[in-house]
């Protein structure tokens, strides 16, 4: 069934079109990916579709009674607000209060959080995030519309986001870049590029096989018509007379030919191979370090000798230490004990998740050329604008001003300078956060082609699965070392994606009972406003109800001969008794309330 259908869709910024006539469509089954590249209008769709945003012009048409959920990049909140009062609010709008309070507190638990009352204003932009997508993710809803869902989540986090957005019924549309999880939720991809939706009717590694055949087919029709336009000015050039209408309409079509043929856009690939400064036998060798944050031991002991070809990934639940350990290797921090040596040779790259301050009001190219107007490559010396080019900001990009450019853009930049610097040393710390897939490949092929080590803190499996061959394990205050990629990691320690979704599911479940078993009493027993109104009129929904099963087995005797009327009045006559049932257990537990109230 169709929930929504969004028709000639244009929306623009300043001098940048973003969608272009664009028509898009869900239906209650579907799970889509939205992809594209930083700036290319991703988040601005969902806004449109979410009502938060207006089109310029363009229809959106909705179903009737569609609920929307939406949950943005950047949440805001009520001034004040705790955790569990904007996580239960939300939902006991919807009259569920007293369904939703356990169920809260449980996915608050298996996000990280263990403190429900603590002031959402007062965590750092990460958990805020992770705040709000409990509170969408438990909001009825029939299409779920989430912006980077899996940002600031640690990979046990996002396997269990998997899991359940994977069960969960009902339309959803997401903007993410993280491969896996498009592969393992979606059924269907939606590709935007300059300013057209394409839509794939598949998940993420069909999407990659039928993008390449559609481009292959592209690049195939104009090659056929390069070649058509060939004869044709062959033909024209012999002096052909276009006296005759039939000539006339010929050369009418070759100049309508010519003026359409235009070549396919390829994607971008960026070929760096040698942008690294030379490394000499000293790389960084660290001893015996160790570090700790009050009476929490992040990690003790640790000694590594860095070998000029490594590529590590460093995993760990958030908090563990991952950037704290980046920060002492690029000697931002120093350890509590022990040692970290770095040869004089050495010329670090460091990616930090922060970024550095970009200045707003200079150009993209001025920014780059900051660093270098030119590098050298095995090919020679590349400029600035190509190397710009190479990661995706062309023509006019190039001269933008720094503050017109999207989050995922800035994040993008920053990224291009470091590389420009020549390291043969790469310290990335989450490189991959808001990275559009189409860099996240460029950056993949730069570091396949790198000489020197590379040291990444990453919570995408993908990345790590791709670039990396040794990872190190922050677990229980140790660093643990594990060859091979991040499945390997997985199948090294004996899990398996399904497993450690599920088991954090399970585990967190538990946890998050207990904590609702063990919380705080009122020291006076009360109903909420929401129960006490629930209270005075729950008897009546129940007498209504009573009556429409009576009226229906009326109305079923009737309808004997007549099975399609009948099997409708049976299966309303179901529902019915379904909330009848539900009606009386609350009306008993009201009930019971009321006098344990009564009586204190």
């Not at 805001?76 to 939300?90: N, S």
């Not at 999407?207 to 559609?214: A, G, I, M, N």
């Not at 056929?224 to 000015?233: A, G, H, S, T, V």
């Not at 710390?429 to 803190?457: A, K, M, R």
């Amino acid at each position: 069934m169709n929930l929504l259908t969004a028709t000639n869709v244009t929306k623009a910024h300043t001098d940048k079109v973003l969608l272009n006539n664009a028509d898009f469509s869900i239906d209650d089954k579907e799970k889509i990916g939205m992809i594209g590249i930083n700036g290319t209008g991703k988040s601005t769709l969902l806004q449109i579709l979410a009502g938060v945003q207006e089109a310029d012009e363009g229809e959106i048409v909705m179903g009737n009674h569609v609920v929307i959920n939406y949950l943005p990049q950047n949440p805001e909140f009520p001034k004040g607000i705790t955790i569990y009062d904007y996580v239960a609010q939300l939902n006991a709008k919807d009259g569920a209060h007293w369904e939703i309070e356990g169920e809260s507190k449980r996915i608050l638990n298996i996000l990280g959080f263990d403190n429900y009352d603590a002031v959402v204003a007062e965590l750092s932009g990460g958990q805020k995030k992770k705040v709000a997508l409990a509170a969408a993710l438990l909001k009825p809803c029939d299409i779920l519309i989430l912006d980077e869902p899996t940002n600031h989540l640690n990979n046990a986090m996002v396997l269990w986001l998997e899991n359940y957005l994977k069960a969960r019924k009902g339309a959803l549309i997401m903007v993410t870049h993280d491969r896996y999880f498009l592969d393992r939720v979606c059924n269907k991809i939606v590709e935007i590029d300059k300013g057209k939706l394409y839509s794939y009717e598949t998940n993420f590694a069909g999407f990659l096989e039928l993008k390449s055949q559609r481009e292959d087919m592209e690049l195939a029709t104009y090659q056929k018509n390069k070649n058509i336009l060939r004869n044709e000015l062959e033909w024209i050039r012999r002096g052909a007379q276009a006296r005759s209408t039939k000539q006339k309409a010929r050369i009418e079509r070759f100049e309508t030919l010519s003026a359409t043929n235009k070549r396919p856009d390829q994607q971008a690939k960026v070929e760096m191979s040698s942008v690294a400064s030379r490394l000499g036998k000293k790389t960084i060798e660290v001893s015996d370090i160790s570090k700790s944050f009050g009476n929490r031991t992040l990690f003790s002991d640790f000694t590594y000798i860095f070998l000029r070809t490594d590529r590590i990934g460093i995993v760990g639940d958030n908090g563990a230490g991952k950037s704290t350990l980046m920060k002492i290797l690029v000697g931002e921090l120093q350890p509590d004990s022990g040692e970290v040596q770095v040869g004089p040779t050495v010329k670090i790259g460091y990616f930090s998740q922060e970024n550095e301050k970009l200045d707003p009001t200079m150009r993209v190219i001025d920014y780059i050329k900051e660093t270098a107007e030119f590098v050298r490559t095995e090919e020679g010396l590349i400029s600035a604008s190509k190397m710009l080019e190479s990661f995706l900001f062309e023509g006019a990009l190039q001269y933008a001003k720094i503050e017109k450019l999207s989050g995922g853009e800035k994040r993008r930049l920053y990224l291009l300078k470091i590389l420009m610097e020549a390291p043969n040393v790469l310290i990335l710390d989450e490189p991959t956060n808001d990275l559009d897939i189409q860099t996240l490949g460029i950056l993949e092929d730069y570091l396949d082609h790198f000489d020197g080590i590379v040291i990444t803190v990453s919570h995408d499996r993908y990345f790590l699965d791709k670039v990396v061959d040794r990872i190190f394990a922050l677990e229980g205050g140790k660093l643990t070392q594990y060859e091979g990629g991040y499945s390997d990691y997985l199948e090294k320690t004996g899990n398996s994606l399904e497993e450690i979704g599920v088991s954090i599911s399970k585990k967190s479940s538990k946890e998050a009972a207990q904590a609702y078993k063990d919380r705080p009493r009122e020291k006076k027993l009360k109903f909420t406003y929401a129960e006490q109104k629930e209270y005075e009129t729950i008897e009546e929904e129940i007498e209504k109800l009573e009556l429409r099963v009576e009226e229906l087995d009326g109305f079923i005797l009737k309808a004997a001969t007549d099975f399609v009327k009948l099997n409708e009045l049976s299966k309303e006559k179901e529902e019915t008794e379904q909330k009848l049932e539900e009606k009386m257990e609350r009306y008993v537990y009201l009930e019971e309330l009321a006098e344990k109230i009564k009586n204190t």
